[in-house]
């Protein structure tokens, strides 16, 4: 059986479970269930543990961007500046490609109403957002992905397709319909390059 795995923050985990049981017959989906991917070094972190347990995958989808673009009082600039925000993402697409796997980048989703919201997985942070850093981020790791010749599965469009972008009352993360929209592109992507 295919094996696939997703790394990111808890916009992924709004949708893990969705895109399990949509691949359940197809392929086996890992992922950690409780645990927030956070920003690009965690994420390293928790892919480096996931391949060495249970790699290597025939596809890894992964993205970061809300805790890295984060300004977090009292901290005056990005958690990650764009910069560093890059080379993460650069080192997880090598760990990626190391391992024999297909990287595939997720890009960060489209912000409705700017403002703040605790995140949702019990870390107490807080995260502030705004459209304007989403677009620069996403640029950013956009420009990289078609640098490193690595496919991005363009969530941001996707949502803004939805009433108020799928988003949820704290405005950040996503309603039920919205978590199905991204469940339903990655199995999409992940059937094509799979068939």
């Known amino acids: 059986m295919k094996k696939i795995c997703l790394i990111g923050d808890s916009i992924r985990m709004g949708y893990q479970g969705m895109v399990t049981n949509l691949l359940k017959d197809y392929s086996e989906v890992y992922y950690y269930e409780s645990d927030n991917g956070r920003f690009v070094q965690y994420e390293l972190w928790q892919l480096n543990q996931l391949i060495k347990e249970h790699g290597p995958f025939d596809i890894v989808f992964f993205n970061s961007g809300y805790w890295d673009m984060n300004i977090e009082p009292p901290m005056m600039e990005p958690f990650n500046p764009i910069p560093i925000y890059l080379e993460g993402l650069r080192r997880i697409v090598e760990m990626v490609r190391q391992s024999s796997s297909i990287p595939i980048f997720i890009n960060s989703l489209p912000i409705y109403d700017e403002g703040k919201s605790k995140d949702n997985t ?3 942070a807080t995260i502030t957002y705004k459209n304007s850093w989403v ?3 996403n640029s950013a790791a956009e420009d990289l ?3 490193l010749d690595v496919e991005v599965l363009d ?3 996707a949502c ?3 009433d108020k972008y799928y988003k949820c009352p704290d405005m950040l993360h996503l309603t039920n319909e919205g978590y199905a929209v991204c469940a339903d592109k990655i199995v999409e992507i ?3 390059i799979l068939k």
């Open 145 to 147: 992905m078609k640098a």
């Open 160 to 162: 803004l397709e939805g």
């Open 190 to 192: 992940t059937k094509r």
């Open 122 to 124: 019990g870390t107490g």
């Open 135 to 137: 677009l620069t981020f």
């Open 155 to 157: 969530l941001y469009s």
